[in-house]
């Protein structure tokens, strides 16, 4: 589990900094809640950092390529163009998957939340592909720090793109207030206020060709 993934999912051991005193995991210097993460592409770590070190890997190319900062672009598709047997097709068997393209493996990769944290799921190409061609709205996120987020609602498949790094608030979210079987009135609650916070701040698109 990458360590950006493990900072959402558990809680800070007794004696760890609040988050106001929390430091950049780059210079070292004091950063407060509101801070930016950038991408280790190798490892997949999520580091928070500092203003200035968030700004140096905005650049294309910067580091080598090796660090990539998390942008701040939200967008929201309400009406995606997806049907139920595609969805079966891409072997996703809960309600909301997110897929991004992995510069390290050269391809797009599909995890779903669960329990036990972040579940890969065999992506099938060719389905994913003629997915995105129905969806040319939602083309275009950022390799590494860019995902679509794809919920499964009972009107219809939605869809926002997000920075990675919400991707993995909503897996802590589910790893740390799932019980039982059916995740319990608690996590669907938390779940479902996740996506109200997601397209309170994403500028929606259109709809596809469908």
Known sequence: MSTGLRRFREAPPAGAPVAGE???EMCAEPIGAGHGHVVNVDS?????TCRSCYLLFTVPGAAQGRYVAVPGRYLYAPRFVLSDAEWDELQIPVRMAFFFHNSALGRTVAFYPSPAGATESQLPLATWEKIMAANPEM??????VEALLVD?????FVCHLVPIDACYELVGLVRTTWKGFDGGQEAW?????????LRARSREVGTGHG
């Open 22 to 24: 929390e430091r950049c």
């Open 44 to 48: 997949r770590a999520l580091l928070c």
């Open 139 to 144: 083309a275009g996120a950022a390799p590494d």
């Open 152 to 156: 499964r609602r009972p009107g219809g």
């Open 189 to 197: 609650r938390a779940i479902d206020a996740f996506f109200d916070r």
